[in-house]
């Protein structure tokens, strides 16, 4: 692989962005004694770390994909093990994993940045419909948000007049 030298940086970049696997599988095999945010904070953020992964898959078999195997007169025989990765990293199985985390996450919510708009945005990154409960916490939230917003001017005229 090292005769397509970009190919094989492109390997080496994807294989080093991919996540601690082993830890990554032991968050989502672990159930929590008791439900709490830290908890549905640490499962959620191991689904969009899940989903990463499986990208970074498709992103690696791409590469493998197009390495010239038959160039320069090889053997298949010595690339067997290769396209038996290639085949495994196209598995259907990780593209309806991925679907079915892109149907619970949304997107646009998980890649924000800054401290405290992260924390704004955090119960945003589960997509509409997929809980009641947590919409109807979405509409209520958003209510008194613009509530306090509203009134807010007046709270600051009286705290600032002598």
Do not use: W
Request: hydrophobic fraction near 40%; glycine fraction near 4%; proline fraction near 4%.
């Amino acid at each position: 692989m090292k005769r397509n030298g970009p190919i094989f940086a492109e390997v080496t970049d994807t294989l080093r962005s991919f996540p601690d696997l082993d830890k990554l599988l032991s968050q989502l095999c672990t159930y929590p004694k008791t439900i709490t945010v830290q908890s549905i904070r640490g499962e959620i953020d191991a689904l969009s770390t899940l989903r990463d992964a499986i990208r970074l898959c498709f992103k690696l078999a791409e590469s493998f994909q197009s390495i010239d195997l038959m160039g320069e007169g090889a053997d298949p025989a010595h690339y067997q093990l290769l396209l038996a990765i290639i085949k495994n990293l196209n598995e259907s199985t990780l593209h309806n994993m991925e679907r079915a985390i892109n149907q619970l996450l949304d997107d646009e919510k998980a890649s924000i940045s800054g401290k405290c708009v992260a924390k704004h945005q955090e119960c945003f990154i589960v997509r509409s419909g997929v809980d009641a409960v947590l919409d109807l916490s979405r509409e209520n939230y958003a209510s008194f948000t613009d509530k306090v917003y509203s009134v807010r001017p007046s709270f600051y005229f009286i705290i600032i007049r002598p």
